[in-house]
């Protein structure tokens, strides 16, 4: 008796389980089983992204390290105006600026998903969250004089 030619086949790679195929048709990356990181440039900086899932659903957080905050020997007046564009950023409600503990300045942000997350989605979102920034980053950017900043 010979076995019908399906069930002879090698299995799906496991790639496969990572992705689920939505009503419209569409590919997506299954949140439950795939987290995605990915890095791209925005506003002359590097920024790193990520997926994760929370409890209350999935999320993409963005981060990208701006420099040192600059001491007060380099200007009081420079540190001032820094700082204060940076608690200005605090009134975004997604994407902001912020000193580490280790007097670093980030952009950070962070953007919630829907469940069925496509790749597009992802990118809008970080978009999204740059955008948000922006105006900060580029304002900063005029302040500190180490910045680099990118060819015309």
Same mark, same amino acid.
């Given at each position: 008796m010979n076995m019908p030619t399906v069930l002879n086949r090698p299995p799906a790679p496991a790639e496969l389980n990572e992705v689920d195929v939505l009503d419209d048709g569409s590919v997506a990356l299954n949140q439950e089983?795939?987290?995605?990181?990915?890095?791209?440039? *925005?506003? /002359?900086?590097?920024f790193s992204a990520e997926t994760r899932l929370t409890d209350a659903g999935p999320v993409l957080q963005i981060a990208a390290d701006i420099g040192g905050d600059p001491?007060? *020997?380099? /200007?009081?007046?420079?540190?001032?105006a820094v700082? *204060?564009?940076i608690r200005s950023s605090h009134s975004s409600p997604s994407c902001r600026l912020m000193v580490s503990?280790?007097?670093?300045?980030?952009?950070?942000?962070?953007?919630?998903?829907?469940?069925?997350?496509?790749?597009t989605a992802l990118l809008t979102a970080a978009a999204?969250?740059?955008?948000?920034a922006r105006p900060y980053l580029m304002v900063l950017r005029d302040v500190l004089p180490r910045w680099a900043k990118p060819a015309a």
């Open positions: 089983r795939a987290n995605v990181t990915f890095g791209f440039r *925005a506003c /002359g900086l590097p001491y007060s *020997a380099e /200007g009081v007046d420079m540190r001032e700082h *204060a564009i503990k280790q007097k670093h300045i980030y952009c950070v942000g962070k953007a919630h998903l829907n469940e069925t997350w496509t790749p999204e969250l740059v955008l948000e």
